[in-house]
T-cell receptor, first 112, second 115 residues
Framework: DTEVTQTPKHLVMGMTNKKSLKCEQHMGHRAMYWYKQKAKKPPELMFVYSYEKLSINESVPSRFSPECPNSSLLNLHLHALQPEDSALYLC???????????FGSGTQLSVL | GENVEQHPSTLSVQEGDSAVIKCTYSDSASNYFPWYKQELGKRPQLIIDIRSNVGEKKDQRIAVTLNKTAKHFSLHITETQPEDSAVYFCAASKGYGGATNKLIFGTGTLLAVQP
C-alpha cells in the first residue's frame, strides 16, 4: 500500500462549527505532515509529527489542533475557523522527516 | 532560514520540445532537492530528487542537475508530451531527519505543453 488516504475530500463549515480532517498511511512511515495550499501557491507547512511527537508547529493559530493517535493516523481538528482558512489541506508522510514526501489527495475546505 | 526561488513562473512549449525549470537556494547546508509535479486538482507527486553528493540524475525523459557552488538546481524534461502539463515545484532541505528540518518549496512553474 503506497497511498496516503485523506477524508473527507470536501468540507464546508461555518465559523462556529467543529470538524476534523483525517489522514491514514500504512507504509510504515515515521513522519507525518499537515500542509495548507491556496490556489496557484506551493504547499505551506503547518505541522510535522516525527515518531508520533510534534516536532514542528509553524506558528499555526490555535483554531487548528493536530493529533497523532498512532504511527499510521494523523488528525487535524478545526474550530472557529475564518473564511481565509478556506484552502486545500494536504496530509503527507515520509520514512523520516523531510525525506520523499508522499501526499494524500487533500481535503478542499470552504469556511462560510 | 532557507529561501528557494523558482523561474519561470509559467512556461509554454510545443509538444516534443524540451523544458527547463530553474531554482536557486540560499542555505549552503541544504543537501536534498526534490521536484514535485501537481496536475490540476491532484496531489503533488515526487518525480525526481537529488542529493548534494551527485551533480546529475536522470529518469527516462526527466533529469535534474545540481550546481552546489552556485546553489542552483534545474529540472530538464525532454520530448515533452501534453500529459507533462502541470505545476512543478522544486524544494530544498537539509535532509536526513532532524527535529527542526523541513522542506522549503519554490513558488512553482506552470508548464503548458501545446499539442
Amino acid at each position: 500500500d503506497t497511498e496516503v488516504t485523506q477524508t473527507p475530500k470536501h468540507l464546508v463549515m461555518g465559523m462556529t462549527n467543529k470538524k476534523s480532517l483525517k489522514c491514514e498511511q500504512h507504509m510504515g512511515h515515521r513522519a507525518m505532515y499537515w500542509y495548507k495550499q491556496k490556489a496557484k501557491k506551493p504547499p505551506e507547512l503547518m505541522f510535522v509529527y516525527s515518531y508520533e511527537k510534534l516536532s514542528i508547529n509553524e506558528s499555526v493559530p490555535s483554531r487548528f489542533s493536530p493529533e497523532c493517535p498512532n504511527s499510521s493516523l494523523l488528525n487535524l481538528h478545526l474550530h472557529a475557523l475564518q473564511p481565509e482558512d478556506s484552502a486545500l489541506y494536504l496530509c503527507a508522510s515520509s520514512q523520516f522527516q523531510t525525506e520523499k514526501l508522499f501526499f494524500g489527495s487533500g481535503t478542499q475546505l470552504s469556511v462560510l | 532560514g532557507e529561501n528557494v526561488e523558482q523561474h519561470p513562473s509559467t512556461l509554454s512549449v510545443q509538444e516534443g520540445d524540451s523544458a527547463v525549470i530553474k531554482c536557486t537556494y540560499s542555505d549552503s547546508a541544504s543537501n536534498y532537492f526534490p521536484w514535485y509535479k501537481q496536475e490540476l486538482g491532484k496531489r503533488p507527486q515526487l518525480i525526481i530528487d537529488i542529493r548534494s553528493n551527485v551533480g546529475e540524475k536522470k529518469d527516462q525523459r526527466i533529469a535534474v542537475t545540481l550546481n552546489k557552488t552556485a546553489k542552483h538546481f534545474s529540472l530538464h524534461i525532454t520530448e515533452t508530451q501534453p500529459e507533462d502539463s502541470a505545476v512543478y515545484f522544486c524544494a530544498a532541505s537539509k535532509g536526513y531527519g532532524g527535529a527542526t528540518n523541513k522542506l522549503i518549496f519554490g513558488t512553482g512553474t506552470l508548464l503548458a505543453v501545446q499539442p
